[in-house]
C-alpha cells in the first residue's frame, strides 16, 4: 500500500486536482495496467498525506492536494 500512496503523491505533485485528474494522470505516467476506481482512490485521498482544498462545480468533484508537497 506505500507504493501505491507514494505513486500518488508523485501524481499530484504540488498541483491541486480532481479524481478522475489524478486517475488520468496515473494511466498516462505508468507502465503497469493497475488502475484504481473513484471510490478506492478516494479512500487512499483520506490519509494524513493528502488534503481535501475544495470543490469543482463543472466536474462536480472535490479537488485534492498534496498537504506537504513535493
Not at 7 to 18: C, K, P, S, W
Not at 51 to 60: D, I, L, P, T
Amino acid at each position: 500500500m506505500n507504493s501505491t500512496v507514494k505513486r500518488i503523491e508523485q501524481a499530484l505533485g504540488d498541483e491541486t486536482l480532481t479524481i478522475n485528474e489524478i486517475i488520468l494522470k496515473l494511466k498516462n505516467q505508468e507502465k503497469r495496467t493497475t488502475s484504481f476506481t473513484t471510490y478506492q482512490l478516494a479512500n487512499l485521498l483520506r490519509r494524513k498525506q493528502f488534503e481535501k482544498v475544495g470543490f469543482c462545480k463543472a466536474s462536480k468533484q472535490a479537488l485534492w492536494r498534496n498537504k506537504n508537497g513535493i
